[in-house]
C-alpha cells in the first residue's frame, strides 16, 4: 500500500542563543491511509518537533532542514493524486494543504481556541478559508454537523457558545471537529489526550478512532503514555535524542522491544515497576482525621447579589490517614479532590467540618494559632515550576519557610538542612546557588518534594506531582516518595486520576464524585473489585498494556 506521508532522512535543527540544537536527527517513518502510527518517547526526545516539521509550522528563521524529504500524497480531487515534499512548498501552496488536507491537533485546546470568537465562529472560519465561495448558512450548517460528530451534546446551542464556558473534554472535541470540518487525509495529534480524566481520555480516543474508519485518513499520534499506544496505534515508533530508535507494529514493540531504551521505557510503567515492601502503618490514633468535611461555595445572582445556591465543592467526607500511610484520592476533574486536599491543610477555609492533627482540632483556629501545625502538614503541587518563585534562588526557597518555623539556630545551619534535602530527593547540593528555570520538569518536581522535607512534616499532600512528568522520571518520583514514606513514617494524601500509579503507591484508595466517597477500602480490593458504578467507570475506561502490562 502506497503511503499517504513518507518521510525520509529528516533533519531539523534548530538555531537558539548562537547554538545549533539537532532536534531531528535522520528520522525515517511513514502513515498509511487509515493507519495510526504512533510516535513515542520521553519529553525533548523530538517528537512533536517532528510533527511540526510534516506541516512546516516551526518559525523559518530558527529553523533549517539540512537533510531528508516530507513527501505527502496530495489529493486534488478524487481521480488526481500528486507526490508533493513539503520542505520544497512555498507558503502559498502550504496554506492550501494546512487544514485542508492535513489538519493537527494540539494538546492544549484552550491556548488554540481564540477567547473572544464562538465555537461556531472558529469552525466556519476554518471551512470558509478553504472553501471560500461556501455560502454562510451552508458552513454554518457543516460546522453544526462538525459537532454533532464528535458528539457535543445539544451541538446547536454550543455553536454560540464561548471557549471558557465548556469544559476540558469538551473543548478538545471542538479542536478535533475543526479539524475534521475539511475531511482531511492526515490528522497529526500532538498529545490530544494528556491532560484529560481517563473517562473523558477513552470517549476521545474511540470518538478518533471512529472517525477514522468512517473517513479513512492517516493519523500520526504523539504521546508519551503507552496505554493511549496501545488504544490507538498499528504502528510504533521510539524516539530518542531526535532519532527513531526503534519501529515496528504495536505487538511487536511490546511484547518484544530489541532496543534498550523502549525496554526501559516499557519498564518504568507502574505496573512493571518493582514492588516495595510496605512499613508496617502506626497502629495509634489517626495522625490526620477528617469529620463531615464540607467546603460550598456560595452562588450569587442579580444586582444585589442575593446568595441562591451553593456549589458542593466538598460535601462531607470522613477520613483517616495514620503515620507511614499513603491514601489515594482519585476522581474526575471537578470532582472535589483538590479542594479536599487545600481544606485539609486549611489553605481553604472549609464551611462545616472538623480537621484533626495528631488529636488536635486545627480547622477553627486562628491565622497566628494555625502556624505550629504549618510546619506538619505540607503539600506538593502537580506544576513545580509555577510553585517556585523564578526569582528566587533554591537556596532561598528552601531556607526561608525553615526561618520563618525556627528551624536552624543559624542561616548557616539551615544551608546544611537545605544541602541534605536536596541529598535526600538525590540532587547536587550545589544547585541550591541556582535559579527553577535551570532545571529539568522532573528536578523542579523533587525540588518541590526537598521544600517540603525540610520542616519535616508528617503529613504530605501531593497534588498530580507526576501527572506531567515522562513516564521514567514518573518512576523515579514514585520510588523516592515510597522511600521517604518509609524512612520518615509520613502520612500522604496522593491526588491523581492515574489508577496505573494508585495501584503501585497506595495502600488504601478513597474514589470521590459530586465532592462525596462513594467508594473507599483497600487499593487491591478497589481495584480489582469495585462495588461502585463509578468507580467500575472509572476502571473500565484505563488504557493499558494487552496482558497488563
Given at each position: 500500500?502506497?503511503?499517504?506521508?513518507?518521510v525520509?532522512?529528516?533533519k531539523?535543527?534548530?538555531?537558539?542563543?548562537?547554538?545549533?540544537?539537532?532536534?531531528?536527527?535522520?528520522?525515517?517513518?511513514?502513515?498509511?491511509?487509515?493507519?495510526t502510527?504512533?510516535?513515542?518517547?520521553?519529553?525533548?526526545?523530538?517528537?512533536?518537533?517532528?510533527?511540526?516539521?510534516?506541516?512546516?509550522?516551526?518559525?523559518?528563521?530558527?529553523t533549517?532542514?539540512?537533510?531528508?524529504s516530507?513527501?505527502?500524497?496530495?489529493?486534488?480531487?478524487?481521480?488526481?493524486?500528486?507526490?508533493?515534499?513539503?520542505?520544497?512548498?512555498?507558503?502559498?501552496?502550504?496554506?492550501?494543504?494546512?487544514?485542508?488536507?492535513?489538519?493537527?491537533?494540539?494538546?492544549?485546546?484552550?491556548?488554540?481556541?481564540?477567547?473572544?470568537?464562538?465555537?461556531?465562529?472558529?469552525?466556519?472560519?476554518?471551512?470558509?478559508?478553504?472553501?471560500?465561495?461556501?455560502?454562510?448558512?451552508?458552513?454554518?450548517a457543516?460546522?453544526?454537523?462538525?459537532?454533532?460528530?464528535?458528539?457535543?451534546?445539544?451541538?446547536?446551542?454550543?455553536?454560540?457558545?464561548?471557549?471558557?464556558?465548556?469544559?476540558?473534554?469538551?473543548?478538545?472535541?471542538?479542536?478535533?471537529?475543526?479539524?475534521?470540518?475539511?475531511?482531511?487525509?492526515?490528522?497529526?495529534?500532538?498529545?490530544?489526550?494528556?491532560?484529560?480524566?481517563?473517562?473523558?481520555?477513552?470517549?476521545?480516543?474511540?470518538?478518533?478512532?471512529?472517525?477514522?474508519?468512517?473517513?479513512?485518513?492517516?493519523?500520526?499520534?504523539?504521546?508519551?503514555?503507552?496505554?493511549?499506544?496501545?488504544?490507538?496505534?498499528d504502528?510504533?515508533?521510539?524516539?530518542?535524542?531526535?532519532?527513531?530508535?526503534?519501529?515496528?507494529?504495536?505487538?511487536?514493540?511490546?511484547?518484544?522491544?530489541?532496543?534498550?531504551?523502549?525496554?526501559?521505557?516499557?519498564?518504568?510503567?507502574?505496573?512493571?515497576?518493582?514492588?516495595?515492601?510496605?512499613?508496617?502503618?502506626?497502629?495509634?490514633?489517626?495522625?490526620?482525621?477528617?469529620?463531615?468535611l464540607?467546603?460550598?461555595?456560595?452562588?450569587?445572582?442579580?444586582?444585589?447579589?442575593?446568595?441562591?445556591?451553593?456549589?458542593?465543592?466538598?460535601?462531607g467526607?470522613?477520613?483517616?490517614?495514620?503515620?507511614?500511610?499513603?491514601?489515594?484520592?482519585?476522581?474526575?476533574?471537578?470532582?472535589?479532590?483538590?479542594?479536599?486536599?487545600?481544606?485539609?491543610?486549611?489553605?481553604?477555609?472549609?464551611?462545616?467540618g472538623?480537621?484533626?492533627?495528631?488529636?488536635?482540632?486545627?480547622?477553627?483556629?486562628?491565622?497566628?494559632?494555625?502556624?505550629?501545625?504549618?510546619?506538619?502538614?505540607?503539600?506538593?503541587?502537580?506544576?513545580?515550576?509555577?510553585?517556585l518563585?523564578?526569582?528566587?534562588?533554591?537556596?532561598?526557597?528552601?531556607?526561608?519557610?525553615?526561618?520563618?518555623?525556627?528551624?536552624?539556630?543559624?542561616?548557616?545551619?539551615?544551608?546544611?538542612?537545605?544541602?541534605?534535602?536536596?541529598?535526600?530527593?538525590?540532587?547536587?547540593?550545589?544547585?541550591?546557588?541556582?535559579?527553577?528555570?535551570?532545571?529539568?520538569?522532573?528536578?523542579?518536581?523533587?525540588?518541590?518534594?526537598?521544600?517540603?522535607?525540610?520542616?519535616?512534616?508528617g503529613?504530605?499532600?501531593?497534588?498530580?506531582?507526576?501527572s506531567?512528568?515522562?513516564?521514567?522520571?514518573?518512576?523515579?518520583?514514585?520510588?523516592?516518595?515510597?522511600?521517604?514514606?518509609?524512612?520518615?513514617?509520613?502520612?500522604?494524601?496522593?491526588?491523581?486520576?492515574?489508577?496505573?500509579?494508585?495501584?503501585?503507591?497506595?495502600?488504601?484508595?478513597?474514589?470521590?464524585?459530586?465532592?462525596?466517597?462513594?467508594?473507599?477500602?483497600?487499593?487491591?480490593?478497589?481495584?480489582?473489585?469495585?462495588?461502585?458504578?463509578?468507580?467500575?467507570?472509572?476502571?473500565?475506561?484505563?488504557?493499558?498494556?494487552?496482558?497488563?502490562?
Amino acid at each position: 500500500m502506497d503511503a499517504l506521508l513518507d518521510v525520509k532522512g529528516l533533519k531539523t535543527y534548530l538555531r537558539s542563543g548562537g547554538q545549533t540544537v539537532r532536534a531531528v536527527d535522520d528520522v525515517s517513518f511513514s502513515v498509511r491511509r487509515g493507519e495510526t502510527y504512533c510516535l513515542v518517547g520521553e519529553s525533548g526526545s523530538g517528537k512533536s518537533v517532528t510533527a511540526l516539521s510534516v506541516i512546516r509550522l516551526l518559525p523559518e528563521r530558527i529553523t533549517s532542514h539540512p537533510g531528508g524529504s516530507i513527501r505527502f500524497d496530495l489529493r486534488h480531487d478524487a481521480d488526481r493524486h500528486e507526490s508533493v515534499d513539503m520542505l520544497r512548498l512555498d507558503e502559498v501552496a502550504l496554506a492550501k494543504i494546512r487544514g485542508l488536507r492535513i489538519a493537527m491537533i494540539f494538546q492544549e485546546p484552550m491556548t488554540s481556541l481564540n477567547p473572544v470568537f464562538t465555537i461556531g465562529e472558529q469552525i466556519v472560519e476554518a471551512l470558509r478559508l478553504h472553501h471560500p465561495a461556501m455560502p454562510a448558512a451552508e458552513a454554518r450548517a457543516r460546522a453544526l454537523q462538525a459537532l454533532q460528530q464528535v458528539q457535543i451534546q445539544d451541538a446547536e446551542r454550543r455553536l454560540d457558545d464561548y471557549p471558557h464556558r465548556l469544559s476540558g473534554g469538551q473543548r478538545q472535541r471542538v479542536m478535533i471537529a475543526m479539524a475534521m470540518a475539511c475531511q482531511p487525509d492526515l490528522l497529526i495529534a500532538d498529545e490530544p489526550t494528556t491532560a484529560l480524566d481517563v473517562t473523558v481520555q477513552a470517549e476521545i480516543l474511540k470518538l478518533m478512532k471512529a472517525l477514522q474508519q468512517n473517513q479513512g485518513m492517516g493519523i500520526l499520534f504523539i504521546t508519551h503514555d503507552f496505554g493511549v499506544v496501545a488504544r490507538m496505534a498499528d504502528r510504533v515508533g521510539v524516539m530518542r535524542q531526535g532519532r527513531i530508535v526503534e519501529s515496528d507494529t504495536l505487538e511487536a514493540i511490546i511484547s518484544r522491544p530489541q532496543h534498550e531504551y523502549t525496554r526501559a521505557l516499557l519498564n518504568a510503567l507502574p505496573a512493571n515497576l518493582p514492588r516495595p515492601a510496605k512499613p508496617e502503618v502506626s497502629a495509634q490514633e489517626p495522625y490526620i482525621e477528617v469529620r463531615n468535611l464540607k467546603v460550598w461555595f456560595p452562588v450569587r445572582q442579580g444586582v444585589l447579589r442575593r446568595h441562591v445556591g451553593d456549589v458542593k465543592a466538598v460535601d462531607g467526607v470522613d477520613l483517616d490517614i495514620r503515620r507511614g500511610e499513603i491514601i489515594a484520592l482519585v476522581g474526575e476533574s471537578g470532582c472535589g479532590k483538590t479542594t479536599l486536599g487545600r481544606a485539609i491543610l486549611r489553605l481553604i477555609a472549609p464551611t462545616d467540618g472538623e480537621v484533626r492533627v495528631a488529636g488536635k482540632a486545627i480547622t477553627g483556629l486562628s491565622t497566628r494559632a494555625l502556624r505550629p501545625y504549618r510546619r506538619a502538614m505540607q503539600i506538593i503541587f502537580q506544576d513545580p515550576l509555577s510553585s517556585l518563585n523564578p526569582r528566587l534562588t533554591i537556596e532561598t526557597t528552601l531556607t526561608e519557610p525553615m526561618a520563618v518555623h525556627g528551624i536552624g539556630a543559624s542561616q548557616e545551619e539551615r544551608i546544611e538542612i537545605a544541602r541534605q534535602a536536596l541529598q535526600t530527593v538525590q540532587l547536587d547540593p550545589e544547585y541550591l546557588w541556582r535559579y527553577p528555570h535551570e532545571f529539568s520538569g522532573g528536578q523542579r518536581q523533587r525540588i518541590g518534594i526537598a521544600r517540603a522535607l525540610v520542616l519535616n512534616p508528617g503529613f504530605i499532600v501531593c497534588d498530580e506531582v507526576t501527572s506531567a512528568l515522562d513516564v521514567s522520571v514518573q518512576a523515579e518520583i514514585l520510588q523516592m516518595l515510597l522511600e521517604l514514606r518509609r524512612e520518615r513514617q509520613l502520612a500522604l494524601l496522593f491526588i491523581t486520576h492515574d489508577i496505573g500509579v494508585v495501584e503501585y503507591v497506595s495502600d488504601r484508595t478513597l474514589v470521590m464524585q459530586g465532592g462525596r466517597v462513594v467508594e473507599e477500602g483497600p487499593t487491591g480490593q478497589v481495584c480489582a473489585a469495585p462495588q461502585n458504578d463509578y468507580t467500575r467507570k472509572l476502571l473500565s475506561a484505563v488504557a493499558r498494556l494487552p496482558g497488563g502490562r
